[in-house]
């Protein structure tokens, strides 16, 4: 997402309040360690799982193995939310990415991926791109989706806020 509409719900946030960001917000998005995927599965039950996500080039990344619970949801309803934050209720920024799972088969993406992945952990999370998506040291193959946010969410705490990004008028990432 590039240039949002940014907004604060007065609704949901204290008296004098400020409207985080979009930089605190994708900052937040970029550095977590962890992320929640929310999809739904078949029979409309939600299904909640943490995974680790990566920031690049306007959306989210995640991969997840092709018979994996998220991975059968996501061929019935693309439609995710990915949470981050922290687990405090009074400091700190929590930030959901709304929108729908791709899957990135580009070869070259999924390079800048791969390496994107060995950066951000330090090389514990090592994948080698195939045509398909990834590849784990141990063989096994996941597939990877991008998340062009539809929507972010940031709620700030200590001060509570509740701000709006939207995708601007000047985005065609999307």
């Known amino acids: 997402m590039k240039d949002p509409v940014t ?3 007065e609704r ?3 008296p004098g309040a400020t409207a985080t960001t979009w930089d605190q917000a994708r900052a937040v998005l970029e550095a977590a360690q962890l992320s929640w995927i ?3 599965r078949a029979d409309g039950r939600p299904h909640v799982t943490p995974l680790v996500a990566v920031w690049l080039d306007g959306a989210m990344h995640f991969s997840t193995g092709p018979d994996e619970q998220k991975a059968v949801n996501l061929a019935a309803n693309p439609g995710v939310v990915l949470t981050t934050g922290c687990d405090s209720w009074d400091r700190g ?3 959901m990415v709304e929108g729908t799972a791709r899957r990135v088969t580009d070869r070259a993406r ?3 991926l791969a390496a ?3 950066t951000k952990w330090d090389g514990s999370w090592r994948f080698e791109a195939t045509d398909e ?3 784990h040291e141990d063989g096994a193959t996941a597939h990877v989706y991008a998340v062009e946010p539809a929507k972010v969410l940031a709620f700030g705490k200590g ?3 509740h701000t709006r990004h939207l995708p601007g008028p000047n985005d065609h990432s999307r």
Do not use: P
Request: aromatic share 16%; charged share 35%; hydrophobic share 40%.
């Open 110 to 112: 999924l390079d800048r």
């Open 7 to 9: 907004r604060l719900d």
């Open 116 to 118: 994107a992945w060995r």
């Open 12 to 14: 949901f946030s204290e």
């Open 159 to 161: 001060t509570f806020s």
């Open 93 to 95: 920024l929590d930030v």
């Open 38 to 40: 929310s999809t739904v």
């Open 133 to 135: 998506g990834f590849r």
